[in-house]
T-cell receptor, first 113, second 113 residues
């Protein structure tokens, strides 16, 4: 089973809203990732959690706040976003931070109005 | 020079032909190489991983790696219209905090019936 689930599938939010994206995996993976993908571009890494600790932050603006409550769950809290933050947000997981066979969830399509 | 380079395409092949997708990378220390398939509006799906020089076959897919030339390729035999997608080459970059994938821009493949 290589399933990563993400909720919601679609999200529309205003620039003053606070919302959260959720990602879940039950494969026993210990590394989880958030990516942002714009149309016709490759995924762009935002954050990496390894063994529930934030190991990589790719200089992402503070309006994006990740959280890893346990080894199966990953959240991305959103606040005061800009229209240019509209994108597909992808969660991925891998067995460990050294094993980079990453399995992606279906993504959340975010539109900021 | 981009870290991972792919021809953006589109690459158009007739049904039943061999599709050849190419990727070059700049970091000689890279050790893990991946091919992802992404259908329009969907998330990337891992289809091949390769770690040592030579060929690796999985069904209709063959990945080829030449570390001396810093080149990795994906061959798709007996191409089907359902193979029409964007193919992303990804290469690892190891960091003290853990590895990350560097994606190429992707090659769009169109298989014509």
């Amino acid at each position: 089973d290589t399933e990563v689930t993400q909720t919601p599938k679609h999200l529309v939010m205003g620039m003053t809203n606070k919302k959260s994206l959720k990602c879940e995996q039950h494969m026993g993976h210990r590394a989880m990732y958030w990516y942002k993908q714009k149309a016709k571009k490759p995924p762009e890494l935002m954050f990496v959690y390894s063994y529930e600790k934030l190991s990589i932050n790719e200089s992402v603006p503070s309006r994006f706040s990740p959280e890893c409550p346990n080894s199966s769950l990953l959240n991305l809290h959103l606040h005061a976003l800009q229209p240019e933050d509209s994108a597909l947000y992808l969660c991925a997981s891998s067995l460990s931070g050294q094993d980079l066979r990453q399995y992606f969830g279906p993504g959340t399509r975010l539109t900021v109005t | 020079q981009k870290e991972v380079e792919q021809n953006s395409g589109p690459l158009s092949v007739p049904e039943g032909a061999i599709a050849s997708l190419n990727c070059t990378y700049s970091d000689r220390g890279s050790q893990s190489f991946f091919w992802y398939r992404q259908y329009s509006g969907k998330s990337p799906e891992l289809i091949m991983s390769i770690y040592s020089n030579g060929d690796k076959e999985d069904g209709r897919f063959t990945a080829q790696l030449n570390k001396a030339s810093q080149y990795v390729s994906l061959l798709i035999r007996d191409s089907q219209p359902s193979d029409s997608a964007t193919y992303l080459c990804a290469v690892n970059r190891l960091r003290a905090q853990g590895g990350k994938l560097i994606f190429g821009q992707g090659t769009e493949l169109s298989v014509k019936p």
